[in-house]
């Protein structure tokens, strides 16, 4: 596994200063503690640190990092992904609301003819709740984010990859796709399946109990 610039120099810092909290990382490097987010949730993932509340980042080493990163690698999107739930651009914002807390998911994927053309998430339908506006009268359409605009991936792309996705762009859930002819020289996507945060979660209680 490569690591980038920015997570060879966290490590070597942690190395000479642990425990060291996030706050003395980032103005160490410069950066903000956003910033270093992804970065540690990462190095903290695959086993090289180790996060110590009210302590601090400790170093680990890299004996547990190679197990934790050649299982989650083997692991294909297909086979821990689960089924999207999807609603049409037509849908009203109101009934979206309702499906969504019916379904316990963070995300609806939106499709028209079984093509997916976006996503609305907790979020979206917040900033519209609290705007004023009659959720009754506003389909999905009219906020979501749209293609290409959504962050997917293939069946084949390996559980770490999704994980360091939904990471780093702070995103609920990941859409799986299969790729369809173009249309007008447009890339049109299916959606076979999602991986969310739930999803990887229970990937890392099942390589818990592997372990024990």
Same mark, same amino acid.
């Given at each position: 596994?490569?690591?980038?610039?920015?997570?060879?120099?966290?490590?070597?810092?942690?190395?000479?200063?642990?425990? !060291?909290?996030?706050?003395?990382?980032?103005?160490?490097?410069? =950066?903000?503690?956003?910033?270093?987010?992804?970065?540690?949730?990462?190095?903290?993932?695959?086993?090289?640190?180790?996060?110590?509340?009210? &302590?601090?980042?400790?170093?680990?080493?890299?004996?547990?990092?190679?197990?934790?990163?050649?299982?989650?690698?083997?692991?294909?999107?297909?086979?821990?992904?689960?089924?999207?739930?999807?609603?049409?651009?037509?849908?009203?914002?109101?009934?979206?609301?309702?499906?969504?807390?019916?379904?316990?998911?963070?995300?609806?994927? =939106?499709?028209?003819?079984?093509?997916?053309?976006?996503?609305?998430?907790?979020?979206?339908?917040?900033?519209?709740?609290?705007?004023?506006?009659? !959720?009754?009268? &506003?389909?999905?359409?009219?906020?979501?984010?749209?293609?290409?605009?959504?962050?997917?991936?293939?069946?084949?792309?390996?559980?770490?990859?999704?994980?360091?996705?939904? !990471?780093?762009?702070?995103?609920?859930?990941?859409?799986? =796709?299969?790729?369809?002819?173009? !249309?007008?020289?447009?890339?049109?996507?299916?959606?076979?399946?999602?991986?969310?945060?739930?999803?990887?979660?229970?990937?890392?209680?099942?390589?818990? =109990?592997?372990?024990?």
């Amino acid at each position: 596994m490569k690591l980038s610039d920015r997570q060879e120099e966290i490590i070597r810092l942690v190395k000479e200063n642990q425990p !060291i909290t996030s706050e003395s990382l980032a103005e160490k490097l410069g =950066v903000t503690r956003a910033a270093l987010r992804a970065d540690l949730a990462i190095l903290t993932m695959i086993g090289i640190l180790d996060a110590r509340p009210k &302590v601090g980042y400790i170093y680990l080493g890299k004996s547990s990092n190679g197990l934790v990163y050649e299982y989650i690698s083997k692991i294909k999107a297909n086979e821990i992904m689960s089924k999207p739930t999807t609603v049409s651009e037509e849908t009203m914002v109101y009934d979206a609301i309702v499906y969504l807390f019916l379904n316990d998911v963070g995300t609806l994927f =939106v499709e028209n003819n079984g093509i997916l053309t976006g996503a609305v998430s907790r979020k979206d339908f917040l900033k519209i709740a609290i705007g004023g506006t009659d !959720i009754h009268k &506003v389909p999905v359409g009219v906020i979501m984010t749209r293609m290409p605009n959504i962050i997917c991936a293939d069946k084949n792309d390996s559980a770490y990859n999704l994980a360091k996705k939904i !990471i780093e762009h702070e995103i609920d859930s990941i859409p799986i =796709v299969e790729q369809l002819e173009k !249309i007008e020289g447009k890339e049109q996507f299916k959606i076979i399946g999602k991986v969310s945060k739930t999803n990887i979660t229970k990937l890392f209680v099942k390589l818990g =109990v592997q372990e024990g």
